[in-house]
């Protein structure tokens, strides 16, 4: 009778690693500092990661460095990128302010609620403007076209001779981004009135082939819902410069839409951040521009990483650990934006990209970090509160890797982190 071989179940990765960081020496227990251990600990498994990674972790709140490898040579560092753009667009503005959508017009209600003339919808680069539905469902807030067509009724108007004509001018027209112009990647036409992402319905199988018509078309749909009249049909154009204001639709604040663009790791929402610091502060609404506003920014941190884009997609972008730690310890060091951009990055096995990662270990519910990852580079760099009371700053980028043997690594150095118990330092 022929007994059938024992199957031999191949090991799982996690397994692997743990193999191979047990196999190489261990410094004897108590011979150590806090900060040796950790270094010891960390140099193990960068010992694994190969030649094409590096990593530095500091303390956040002196900027003292407790452990590097390779800091400063320049690696592709995909979704960390977005760390620059929302830094970058929480220094320009401010964490409070707030990318208006606003209704101008040359003419003037009269008595009986009649409004003789076009009414310009132009947009200020919100990247949540759209319905009320679509809003709660993709961020639980935002600015809505139903809140616009509220502010003009409440204004008087009753009836409108003359057309909505949609103004995206704020922008340029590139509805891509500089190295990925295919949508499917960008998540949406880029536009500075956007509209729902730029889908051409709420479920997303469609893209809309002109985000300012559809805008100005949505709120003439919000507007005869309400019972006010429009005679002419949706346009596109610019606002004319003798326009005046009649009604305004926030967005939700900056310190908000950098989580919109880090918990879940958004492209779009990352480059109509980008394109905004443009119009705002360097007069083009271009992702060019935004990339200079953008280097400015980070040059008065110290910090001189290669941006080509705002959602890292592009793999001209490059920077190093040090400069992000630097950029990690910059925002951690300024009272006005260490609560906003901090909040801003996912928790270790509690939301956004990290929900799945690192649970169970010391880790969860310590470390808030932002993951990067596209074909053969892999990211993560963030903060830890670690046992021992200190808050540590850290960036591991990896490249030329194995994205999910990567991570398995970056989680397992994370947790060495968050389990830290030296000693805060003293003020």
């Known amino acids: 009778m022929c007994v059938p071989a024992p199957v031999r179940r191949p090991l799982t990765l996690p397994l692997l690693l743990a193999g191979a960081l047990a196999a190489l020496p261990v410094p004897p227990a108590g011979a150590l500092t806090a900060d040796q251990a950790l270094g010891s600990s960390l140099t193990r498994t960068m010992r694994v990661a190969g030649a094409y990674s590096g990593a530095l972790v500091a303390d956040a709140s002196t900027g003292r460095v407790l452990f590097a490898w390779r800091p400063d040579v320049l690696r592709v560092p995909a979704s960390n990128q977005k760390l620059y753009t929302t830094a970058a667009a929480l220094l320009a503005h401010g964490p409070a302010a707030r990318l208006?959508?606003?209704?101008?017009?040359?003419?003037?209600?009269?008595?009986?609620?009649t409004y003789t003339g076009n009414l310009y919808l132009r947009g200020g680069g919100d990247p949540t403007f759209g319905t009320l539905s679509f809003n709660r469902r993709a961020y639980g807030m935002g600015g809505t076209v139903s809140g616009l067509a509220d502010r003009l009724a409440a204004a008087g108007i009753r009836r409108v001779h003359g057309a909505v004509v949609g103004d995206e001018s704020l922008?340029?027209?590139?509805?891509?981004?500089?190295?990925?112009?295919?949508?499917?990647?960008?998540?949406?036409?880029?536009?500075?009135?956007?509209?729902?992402?730029?889908?051409?319905?709420?479920?997303?199988?469609?893209?809309?082939?002109?985000?300012?018509?559809?805008?100005?078309?949505?709120?003439?749909?919000?507007?005869?819902?309400?019972?006010?009249?429009?005679?002419?049909?949706?346009?596109?154009?610019?606002?004319?410069?003798?326009?005046?204001?009649?009604?305004a639709e926030p967005s939700p604040t900056i310190a908000a839409l950098a989580g919109f663009v880090n918990r879940p790791s958004d492209n779009y929402m990352a480059e109509m951040l980008l394109k905004g610091l443009g119009a705002y502060f360097a007069g083009s609404g271009s992702t060019a521009a935004g990339v200079s506003v953008a280097r400015t920014r980070l040059a008065a941190l110290g910090i001189a990483p290669r941006v080509y884009d705002g959602s890292g997609l592009s793999r001209y972008n490059a920077t190093s650990p040090r400069q992000?730690?630097?950029?990690?310890?910059?925002?951690?060091?300024?009272?006005?934006?260490?609560?906003?951009?901090?909040?801003?990055?996912?928790?270790?096995?509690?939301?956004?990209?990290?929900?799945?990662?690192?649970?169970?270990?010391?880790?969860?519910?310590?470390?808030?970090?932002?993951?990067?990852?596209?074909?053969?580079?892999?990211?993560?760099?963030?903060?830890?509160?670690?046992?021992?009371?200190?808050?540590?700053?850290?960036?591991?980028?990896?490249?030329?890797t194995n994205v999910v043997r990567a991570r398995a690594l970056q989680d397992a150095m994370t947790a060495t982190i968050a389990r830290d118990r030296g000693a805060v330092a003293s003020p």
């Open 100 to 113: 208006p959508t606003r209704v101008l017009g040359e003419a003037t209600v009269d008595d009986a609620g």
């Open 171 to 247: 922008f340029d027209v590139r509805r891509g981004g500089r190295t990925f112009a295919r949508l499917f990647y960008i998540g949406g036409p880029l536009s500075a009135l956007s509209f729902n992402r730029g889908l051409a319905n709420e479920y997303g199988s469609a893209f809309q082939l002109s985000p300012a018509t559809f805008s100005a078309a949505a709120l003439t749909a919000a507007l005869r819902a309400r019972g006010i009249s429009v005679s002419g049909s949706a346009l596109q154009g610019p606002t004319p410069a003798s326009a005046r204001e009649l009604a």
């Open 324 to 400: 992000v730690v630097r950029l990690l310890a910059a925002m951690h060091q300024s009272p006005a934006l260490r609560l906003a951009f901090a909040y801003s990055l996912p928790l270790a096995g509690r939301s956004g990209t990290l929900a799945g990662r690192m649970r169970g270990t010391t880790a969860a519910g310590r470390c808030r970090a932002k993951t990067g990852t596209i074909s053969g580079a892999s990211a993560l760099s963030g903060y830890c509160t670690a046992l021992g009371g200190r808050r540590l700053a850290f960036s591991f980028l990896m490249n030329r």
